[in-house]
């Protein structure tokens, strides 16, 4: 008896995980040049290698600090990692495609 409610919950955590109820968030990866970096919102356009803007905003100081100081600035090649909350891409990596 034991065993079918084992099987039974494992049944249904696959069915929550495949319908989609259970998800984790999904993480873009994508390599591009900054075409444009706002201070005041943290908001970045980068242009692709295939040529889409992606506007992602930045929340973490450490980048935003190379932001002002201009260790990153527009024409920087970058590596980004981001998620979508509220609709919004929010930065989780973000870096010189070369290092910084």
Not at 12 to 19: A, K, P, R, T
Not at 61 to 71: Q, V
Request: net charge positive.
């Amino acid at each position: 008896m034991k065993r079918l409610y084992a099987i039974a919950g494992i049944l249904l955590m696959l069915s929550l995980i495949f319908s989609g109820t259970i998800s984790a968030e999904e993480v873009v990866s994508l390599k591009g040049k900054v075409k444009s970096i706002d201070l005041k919102t943290g908001a970045v356009i980068i242009t692709t290698q295939a040529g889409q803007e992606v506007t992602v905003i930045v929340e973490d100081e450490a980048t935003l600090s190379k932001f002002k100081d201009g260790r990153i600035t527009e024409g920087d090649e970058v590596k980004v990692k981001y998620t979508i909350k509220d609709g919004k891409n929010i930065s989780t990596y973000f870096k010189k495609a070369a290092g910084c």
